[in-house]
Nanobody
Framework: QVQLVESGGGLVQTGGSLRLSCAASGGTFSTYAMGWFRQAPGKEREFVSTISWNGNTFNRASVKERFTISRDNAKNTVYLQMNNLKPEDTAVYYC????????????????WGQGMQVTVSS
């Protein structure tokens, strides 16, 4: 069983930056594809970014030039560097893990973190 613990969320002004971290335990981290999702109030949980076990990445279009996903397999941690944040980025952000290839579909992910709030003030 894989446990995921997110950190790094909080309140930031428009144009600011945050770095989210997700520490994994209980599994072979280096074999998992990792993803970040977010859910704003009243909306569906949506895909943000994903990274394969060997570093291939894919982002949703609205964050492509602003967010960067990375991983450190030695530390069992995945990161999401978020720059030039906008109020529409406000949401609860979730880390997720799945066996196999990267995916943008939340139903493909086997394990989820508890989520953490990111609020961007205007």
């Amino acid at each position: 069983q894989v446990q995921l613990v997110e950190s790094g969320g909080g309140l930031v002004q428009t144009g600011g930056s945050l770095r989210l971290s997700c520490a994994a335990s209980g599994g072979t981290f280096s074999t998992y594809a990792m993803g970040w999702f977010r859910q704003a109030p009243g909306k569906e949980r949506e895909f943000v970014s994903t990274i394969s076990w060997n570093g291939n990445t894919f982002n949703r279009a609205s964050v492509k030039e602003r967010f960067t996903i990375s991983r450190d397999n030695a530390k069992n941690t995945v990161y999401l560097q978020m720059n030039n944040l906008k109020p529409e980025d406000t949401a609860v952000y979730y880390c997720a893990a799945r066996r196999g290839l990267i995916s943008t579909n939340r139903v493909d992910y086997d394990y989820w973190g508890q989520g953490m709030q990111v609020t961007v003030s205007s």
